[in-house]
């Protein structure tokens, strides 16, 4: 998560989404540690960035 932003920060649909995309990359994180989570990650980033001008607009 970005350094400045707290989960309250996220709205209720974001943070389940996060929530669901952290769920996932645990799931394969137990496969390996070869296993890509370049994807999911880049959601994360996507959610955040998202989230991050929202607040800076206020």
Same mark, same amino acid.
């Given at each position: 998560? *970005?350094?400045?932003? !707290?989960?309250?920060?996220?709205t209720?649909?974001?943070? &389940?989404?996060?929530?669901?995309l952290? *769920?996932?990359?645990? !799931?394969?994180g137990?496969?390996g540690p070869?296993v890509? &989570?370049?994807d999911l990650?880049r959601?994360?980033?996507r959610?955040e960035?998202?989230?991050?001008r929202?607040?800076?607009?206020?």
């Amino acid at each position: 998560m *970005a350094d400045d932003l !707290k989960f309250s920060d996220f709205t209720r649909g974001e943070q &389940l989404h996060l929530v669901a995309l952290h *769920a996932r990359m645990a !799931k394969r994180g137990i496969a390996g540690p070869t296993v890509d &989570l370049s994807d999911l990650q880049r959601k994360v980033r996507r959610i955040e960035q998202q989230a991050e001008r929202r607040k800076n607009k206020k």
